[in-house]
């Protein structure tokens, strides 16, 4: 699965390069998750798949997000399951998303999957802790990356934020629950809360847009 995001990342930057409007079509603002007086038209599942999008004008960005992605897949998803990863991933996505909803401004265009890429690094802390492994080396890099997120213009800090969370939470769930016959089933019951809690908090962002 590690790999099948990867290509559809790339793949879909492809198109960025080559197919007029793609981006513009396809990234996520706050104004889009319900939509603004019959102007500007609703489109929510914009909060995902922003996360396969990049910024065509810059390599450096798609090149850290996968490299990351392949870092943290190769050590998460043999522990989870391509379906627990997948599920994951894309949550982190939304949650990402629901961090740019709540923090930044309501027509800041986002696009990258920084938010779910900081989900996996989130959820590796949680799974390295209930290991009982080493976690600096995890903090350090999600504190300077969160740094960066404040000096260097054009990175949503927000977004890394929302899915350091949500990832972490993801992970929690998948990690901690009892072992047995009904763990998949916690699991995933888990996982539905995370995105029932998504779901309020997007709730509430929208009610707090000024449109």
Not at 67 to 84: D, H, Q
Not at 115 to 134: E, T
């Amino acid at each position: 699965m590690t790999y099948t995001l990867i290509g559809v990342c790339l793949v879909v930057f492809l198109f960025q390069l080559v197919v007029p409007g793609v981006t513009r079509v396809f990234s996520y603002a706050p104004i889009y998750t319900a939509g603004a007086g019959g102007i500007i038209p609703a489109e929510p599942w914009r909060m995902v798949t922003t996360a396969f999008l990049h910024s065509p004008s810059s390599l450096l960005h798609i090149a850290f997000n996968m490299y990351a992605l392949y870092i943290l897949g190769k050590v998460l998803e043999p522990s989870m399951g391509r379906a627990r990863f997948l599920a994951l991933y894309l949550v982190s996505a939304v949650g990402g998303s629901v961090g740019v909803l709540l923090l930044s401004n309501v027509q800041q265009s986002v696009v990258g999957a920084s938010g779910a890429v900081f989900g996996l690094f989130g959820a590796l802390f949680i799974v390295q802790r209930k290991r009982g492994g080493d976690v600096r080396q995890i903090v350090v890099l999600v504190a300077l990356n969160g740094v960066l997120g404040f000096v260097v213009p054009g990175i949503a800090w927000q977004a890394h934020l929302g899915g350091l969370l949500t990832g972490a939470a993801c992970a929690a769930v998948i990690a901690y629950a009892p072992k047995g016959a009904r763990q998949a089933g916690l699991q995933w019951a888990g996982l539905a809360g995370v995105v029932v809690l998504l779901g309020v908090l997007t709730f509430v962002g929208v009610t707090l847009l000024p449109v």
